[in-house]
């Protein structure tokens, strides 16, 4: 087994994020997105022989990042199973959960797992490649209304109609099946200023659509409070508006609208204590050093 690998993600926030869960020696954490491991890793050098840690992922490929540490606990899985995975391994509760929502430098960079729009490969797109719709599936099966919500609503793209249209002319001649195939799709309602813009959140649109990454994130969030101890912490890191606004209201409020209940004697009924008022971002530093962590924005809660 590998025993450290920045190659195949560079860990963003690593130091603040793992500062941020306060680890007890002894207690139980979550890393909700493994990856190359390294947060897992630094969770581990901060727990005792007591403590343990169950991380998860669904791609198979991070197997292959795990450290060989008997407190360790890979779990093959979805992080939107997180209470029943727990449970079938026999822990009911947790001191802290830390979710790095990001794509890995891994998955970028593997041309041949389709989720850039630099080089060609397969349009594939699935963080778990056992089965389920890939991202060709998407583009060429959707009606131009349904392609058209998908990039307005997680690429928060503009005209998504005329990106639709474009879609849907160019699978009329032949299916769309590989990354530079899509780019040449959309190359005439691809604005020339800003083409690695634009073509990044068309991209982001299909996985997450491909990957049901929003509806995850909701069911993990939830999730989240019947595991987690009173006291116990919620990290989480994020990348673009859609996934911060949704950690934001649930931590503010419980619910992903942000709206706060009031007791009887209009006392605010939240779940959570909310440790910064303003996200926690990266310094020009990280960000000079790990280009990808720019976008990056931390929020941290305590459960009540």
């Known amino acids: 087994m590998s025993t450290d690998n920045t190659t195949y993600h560079i860990p963003v926030l690593l ?4 500062n941020e869960l306060d680890i007890q020696p002894s207690g139980t954490y979550c890393d909700l997105t493994f990856g190359g491991g390294g947060h897992s890793r630094h969770i581990l050098s901060k727990l005792g022989a007591e403590g343990r840690l169950y991380s998860f992922d669904q791609d198979r490929d991070t197997l292959l990042n795990a ?42 960079d593997e041309v041949g797992r389709g989720f850039s729009f630099r080089g060609e490969g397969p349009l594939d797109m699935r963080m778990n490649q056992r089965g389920g719709r890939t991202a060709a599936d998407v583009v060429n099966t959707y009606d131009a209304d349904s392609l058209a ?9 503009d005209t998504t109609w005329k990106i639709a249209s474009c879609i849907e ?16 799709a959309v190359r005439p309602c691809t604005p020339k200023r800003d083409e690695s813009k634009f073509l990044t959140k068309l991209f982001q649109a299909l996985r997450i659509e491909v990957n049901g990454e929003m509806e995850a994130l909701k069911m993990a969030l939830e999730q989240s409070l019947k595991v987690l101890r009173p006291g116990g912490r919620l990290v989480v890191i994020s990348y673009h508006s859609l996934e911060d606004r949704l950690v934001k209201n649930f931590m503010r409020s419980g619910n992903f609208e942000g709206k706060i209940e009031q007791d009887f004697f209009g006392r605010q009924q939240t779940p959570f204590d909310v440790v910064s008022r303003k996200a926690i971002v990266p310094t020009a530093e990280e960000v000079e050093r790990n280009p990808r962590s720019r976008s990056a924005k931390m929020r941290v809660a305590i459960k009540r």
């Open 15 to 18: 130091e603040s994020a793992v």
């Open 149 to 157: 919500r998908v990039l307005k609503e997680y690429g928060e793209l």
């Open 67 to 108: 450290p060989d540490d008997e407190r360790f606990n890979y779990v093959e899985s979805n992080f939107r199973f997180l209470r029943s995975a727990l449970r079938l391994r026999g822990v009911d509760k947790v001191d802290g959960i830390l979710a790095d929502l990001g794509v890995s430098s891994h998955h970028f």
């Open 169 to 184: 002319r160019a699978r009329e001649k032949e299916p769309i099946t590989t990354t530079a195939q899509l780019v040449e």
